[in-house]
């Protein structure tokens, strides 16, 4: 929360530059329309996994805490909006993975400890129900481009 005072607001300012303020309105607003509405609890739960996946291991328990919520009443409420915290779980994990697969510089099996897996075989499984495919052949037969 920022909080300024009215006299700040009011004051001129003399190196004004309307062509700039034009571009960073346009911005601010393209920013805005991204950010998820309050009620979207798909898009919420979507943004708390993207956290928790930089972290390591998101679970159930830790996005539903990030949330102010305990985990029943998150699995209830995305049971509303017809979606299921594994499948996001999944479609996110599969982006992640995805996108480090197309860096020839990340190993497949540090993908699979970044996005949390217990180990690498269990990351190639994931993957090969997601995509068809092994990581490896992902990356052989699509170049590695995500």
């Known amino acids: 929360r920022l909080v300024v005072a009215r006299e700040a607001w009011d004051t001129p300012c003399p190196g004004r530059d309307p062509a700039l303020f034009d571009l960073l309105d346009v911005h601010a607003r393209t920013l805005l329309g991204r950010l ?8 919420c739960v979507r943004d708390a996994i993207e956290v928790e996946l930089s972290g390591g291991d998101p679970r159930l328990g830790s996005v ?5 919520m305990s985990p029943r009443t998150l699995q209830r409420r995305l049971r509303e909006r017809g979606a299921l915290f594994g499948d996001l779980l999944d479609a996110m994990r599969f982006q992640a993975a995805k996108s480090c697969l197309a860096r020839r510089d990340v190993a497949s099996r540090e993908v699979a400890y970044l996005l949390g897996f217990a180990g ?6 994931a993957f090969k129900r997601w995509s068809g495919q092994t990581p490896a052949g992902f990356r052989r037969t699509a170049g590695g481009a995500a």
């Open 36 to 43: 998820s509405t309050p009620g979207d609890i798909v898009a």
């Open 64 to 68: 539903a805490r990030r949330l102010a």
């Open 120 to 125: 690498h075989s269990s990351f190639n499984r």
